[in-house]
């Protein structure tokens, strides 16, 4: 939790307030725990790391708010990517999370 919450704070709370204060929300701490926890379980279903899968979504596309609602942020959870440091603090209220994305099980 320590480590989820500091990378929320470094990669979000230029552009949101639920990342600005010193003790987060209990619903944002459920959302960092859904985000590793989702991630985790995937090793347990023998799924690697995905190193790779963000490079599917460009860059600006991170700072569309329909896309990241639709795709969220990177098309795998299993991918290294972080929070939804692209979005900038005029933009509509974009995904921040990563989710579980498109590619399982549909294999995309
Ligand atoms: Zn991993």
């Not at 859904?34 to 599917?56: D, K, Q, W, Y």
């Not at 972080?82 to 933009?91: A, E, G, S, W, Y």
Request: charged fraction near 15%; include cysteine; charge should be neutral.
């Amino acid at each position: 939790m320590y480590l989820s919450r500091n990378w929320y704070f470094m990669q979000t709370a230029a552009i949101t307030p639920d990342a600005q204060g010193v003790a987060f929300s209990d619903a944002v701490k459920g959302r960092l725990i859904r985000f590793v926890s989702s991630h985790e379980v995937g090793h347990t279903l023998a799924l690697p790391c995905n190193m790779g899968s963000s490079i599917a979504y460009p860059v600006g596309s991170l700072r569309s708010a329909s896309f990241t609602k639709k795709y969220h942020t990177t098309p795998s959870i299993m991918d290294y990517a972080r929070f939804n440091h692209i979005v900038q603090p005029r933009d509509e209220e974009e995904a921040l999370t990563p989710d579980i994305g498109i590619c399982y099980p549909m294999g995309l």
